[in-house]
């Protein structure tokens, strides 16, 4: 099928590379030159650039006979006329009411409308999608924009997406579930020939719902993933930082074995961080609250996020005994989590700009990947500096804080007693350290982490 993808970003990539592994020819339209020229050429290293993402350049490169990239309203406007999908796949940020911004939406159907006009009679009936995470109200407004256009033979569906930045590309390859939010049996039929091989999948449950429903079950599933990460954070780390003799590690294990229960999301951190969790609550809240009901649970829930990252905050200077002003920071990692170079909403760089209000006289930042985008967001703070490896830039470093849970930083005790200020403090965001705690107490360092209580010598005890 002849399908066409509005935005290039984590959600239109890994849907583009998914329905050309299907078989179906794919245009992605974008604004952002750099991304089209990096995702046209097909080359690794430029993707990786852009989106890295596991197994993303791979599946662009091995389709690029049925991937088009563009920017170009001249092709955008000859695929529109006879093409059978179009995704819409745009940033829908929170605003500052928490309520989400649809100003890209908005142009985007504004753009798309006179061209959809021109589509002949004979055209086939044109699904436009909603994959962007929109309010549930939202859908109506939408179709209401295009019934008012007087645009013929057009549904409105929603196909909410449930990937995981990191594993953005196997989720879209192998999905728990699809989702499918249609009003017309027509719609329904078409999605259905797009995710022909979901439909009858053993392992992949294929739902049919209503537009407003397939929304909601995002929002809904998002709150809830949200909520598990936030119990864990300021319930069971909580916890194991001020009751006696306890070891994060230990009680999770207690709690994620219960099959009730389930294993997801029993991780401590300085915060939850990604484009989607407080985003999409923020949204939920504003949504129900807007309608005259209570939201005080998901409000709750945000608000639990901030106090992770205040606390630990707090702790590194009165446990930590830190003094920012003039002292050397390292920071590792400053993606939101690992496995992607996404930076938004990430905890590590929040807590970094904590840090920056205070005029550190550095502030040194390692990244695996996510380097060049750490760049982007500090351009024009000259106390930050970005490094091209953790050794150097933990080199005489006072304080050093894990910002990102990258699998290769649990290995870093021995580099940061040989490269860092004798007796430093280090800020465990990520508890990736917890083996070493002790060793790293013998040799003199502090050590905050989070979900446990400040491991430092007593009274000059060796
Ligand atoms: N990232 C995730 O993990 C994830 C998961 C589920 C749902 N979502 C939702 O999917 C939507 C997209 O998220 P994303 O992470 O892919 O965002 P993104 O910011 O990575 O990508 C959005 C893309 O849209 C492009 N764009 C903006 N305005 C445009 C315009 N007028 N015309 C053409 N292109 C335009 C941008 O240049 C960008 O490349 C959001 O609503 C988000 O909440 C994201």
Redesign the pocket.
């Known amino acids: 099928m002849k399908v066409l993808i509005?935005?290039?970003?984590?959600?239109?990539t890994a849907t583009a590379a998914a329905l050309a592994d299907a078989g179906h020819d794919i245009t992605v339209?974008?604004?952002?030159i750099r991304?089209i020229k990096a995702f046209a050429s097909a080359e690794r290293a430029e993707i990786e650039s852009c989106i890295f993402e596991e197994g993303l350049a791979d599946l662009l490169k091995r389709h690029k006979e049925r991937l088009h990239f563009t920017i170009d309203q001249k092709k955008l406007a000859a695929v529109v006329l006879d093409c059978e999908v179009i995704f819409l796949?745009?940033?829908?940020p929170r605003t500052a009411t928490g309520a989400a911004d649809l100003s890209?939406l908005e142009?985007?159907v504004k753009t798309l409308t006179p061209l959809i006009k021109k589509r002949s009679a004979k055209s086939p009936r044109l699904v436009m999608v909603i994959?962007?995470?929109?309010p549930i109200s939202y859908i109506a407004e939408f179709e209401k924009k295009l019934a008012a256009s007087d645009l013929k033979n057009v549904g409105v569906a929603v196909n909410?997406?449930?990937?995981?930045?990191g594993k953005?590309v196997s989720g879209s390859l192998h999905p728990e579930r699809v989702v499918v939010g249609a009003r017309t049996p027509e719609d329904f039929k078409t999605l259905a020939k797009l995710f022909q091989r979901f439909v009858n999948s053993a392992t992949v449950k294929y739902l049919e719902v209503g537009p407003e429903e397939a929304m909601a079950g995002k929002l809904a599933a998002n709150f809830v993933l949200f909520e598990r990460v936030m119990t864990c954070f300021d319930v069971v780390g909580r916890m194991c930082e001020v009751l006696p003799n306890l070891q994060f590690e230990q009680v999770r294990e207690i709690v994620k074995t219960d099959s009730r229960i389930g294993g997801w999301g029993w991780y401590d951190s300085l915060y939850a961080g990604?484009?989607?969790f407080v985003?999409?609550a923020s949204s939920l809240a504003y949504q129900i609250k807007k309608s005259g009901a209570s939201a005080s649970l998901v409000e709750e829930i945000l608000s639990a996020n901030e106090r992770q990252l205040n606390r630990l905050y707090e702790r590194m200077i009165k446990e930590g005994g830190v003094k920012i002003k003039g002292a050397i920071f390292t920071l590792l990692g400053a993606a939101f989590k690992q496995g992607t170079n996404d930076v938004r909403i990430s905890g590590a760089l929040y807590f970094a700009e904590k840090i920056l209000k205070q005029h550190p006289a550095e502030l040194r930042i390692f990244d695996p990947v996510a380097g060049p985008e750490a760049q982007k967001y500090f351009a024009g703070k000259k106390e930050v500096r970005i490094m091209k490896t953790a050794a150097a830039a933990l080199e005489n470093a006072q304080v050093v804080i894990i910002g990102t849970d990258w699998p290769e930083f649990q290995a870093l005790a021995p580099l940061i007693l040989d490269k860092a200020a004798p007796k430093c403090t280090i800020v465990d965001g990520r508890r990736l350290l917890h083996h070493d705690y002790e060793m790293l107490r013998r040799a003199g360092c502090t050590v905050v982490p989070v979900g446990g209580p400040t491991v430092k010598e007593i009274n000059g005890e060796e």
């Open positions: 509005i935005g290039a970003g984590f959600v239109g339209f974008d604004i952002d991304k796949c745009l940033p829908t890209a142009k985007v994959k962007s995470t929109v909410p997406e449930f990937l995981a930045e953005a990604g484009s989607c985003k999409d």
